[in-house]
């Protein structure tokens, strides 16, 4: 199994700079494409546990589209063979002190790379 393979690492970087791009300017349908539709997709939010791809598309589309602004501050991309990946950021948003994480799971399907697990927290700086 070849790490971060530079064709496969590029592609992770890109669909990953592509969910970020939605997330904050809540796009709701890129986000959505982004996820894998499957009841086995999860979601670890910082205060709330999403079972299947239904309860996260629901979760999404309940959200105040609001402060959805934040700055990365450190990210960490890794690519395991050409179809598995994961994404590891540290953010800020304007008026918090709290640093967040956000780590995803992302696979590739035959119509492109899906996260099938993400999880994000929040940490006291």
């Known amino acids: 199994m070849v790490i971060n393979e530079p064709q496969v690492l590029a592609?992770?970087?890109?669909?990953f700079a592509e969910y970020e791009q939605a997330l904050v300017g809540?796009?709701?349908?890129?986000?959505?494409r982004l996820f894998w539709n499957s009841p086995?997709?999860?979601?670890?939010?910082?205060?709330e546990?999403?079972?299947?791809?239904?309860e996260i598309q629901a979760f999404r589309n309940a959200r105040p589209a609001h402060n959805l602004n934040r700055t990365v501050i450190r990210t960490a991309l890794t690519s395991f063979g050409k179809d598995y990946g994961?994404?590891?950021i540290e953010f800020?948003?304007?008026g918090s002190e709290r640093t967040g994480r956000q780590s995803q799971t992302w696979v590739r399907f035959e119509d492109g790379w899906?996260?099938?697990?993400?999880?994000?927290s929040?940490?006291?700086s």
């Open 49 to 54: 546990n999403l079972y299947g791809f239904d």
């Open 40 to 47: 086995h997709t999860l979601r670890y939010g910082a205060g």
């Open 92 to 94: 800020k948003r304007a």
């Open 114 to 120: 899906k996260v099938v697990a993400a999880h994000v």
């Open 11 to 15: 592609e992770l970087e890109k669909v």
């Open 122 to 124: 929040l940490m006291t």
């Open 86 to 88: 994961v994404t590891n």
């Open 26 to 32: 809540n796009d709701i349908a890129t986000l959505d």
